[in-house]
């Protein structure tokens, strides 16, 4: 791991897709690269941003208010328990989101596919889609835009 200007980057040894993915703190901004496996801990506080860039990744976000962003043909399954997360997900990316307390703000962009889980949210969720963007929604979503 190394430090550059305040953003947590994973590169080499430390995140290993062959072991399985590596648990990174994420208590700011934090970073995947190609080819590694990781999981964001946001812990209560939140990750600024989580960026998942051509990796296969995961995020946990119990106290909510996360902002994850896919890119790069990623694959990337982000849990936001704590609900009021926002997403971005780019360029040939597969997100998968799960908000069981709502108010989630997903984008999908660039020929990626989202699915967006609001199962028992109390506060509706969005998802939508722009330029070859796929997405499907289940429980409380308002979708303006996906096909």
Do not use: K
């Amino acid at each position: 791991m190394r430090f550059a200007l305040g953003l947590l980057v994973v590169l080499g040894a430390a995140c290993g897709a062959e072991d399985g993915p590596e648990s990174v703190a994420c208590p700011d901004n934090c970073m995947c690269a190609a080819g590694h496996a990781c999981e964001f801990d946001c812990g209560t506080a939140g990750c600024m941003l989580a960026e998942c860039l051509g990796g296969d990744c995961r995020a946990d976000c119990p106290g909510g208010s996360c902002n994850l962003d896919c890119d790069m043909m990623g694959s990337c399954n982000y849990d936001c328990a704590g609900g009021s997360c926002s997403s971005d997900c780019d360029q040939g990316s597969t997100c998968d989101v799960r908000c069981p307390a709502g108010n989630c703000q997903i984008l999908c962009d660039e020929g990626s596919t989202c699915t967006l889980d609001c199962t028992g949210a109390s506060m509706e969720c969005s998802l939508l889609c722009e330029g070859d963007g796929r997405g499907t929604c289940i429980g409380n979503c308002n979708v303006p835009s996906c096909g």
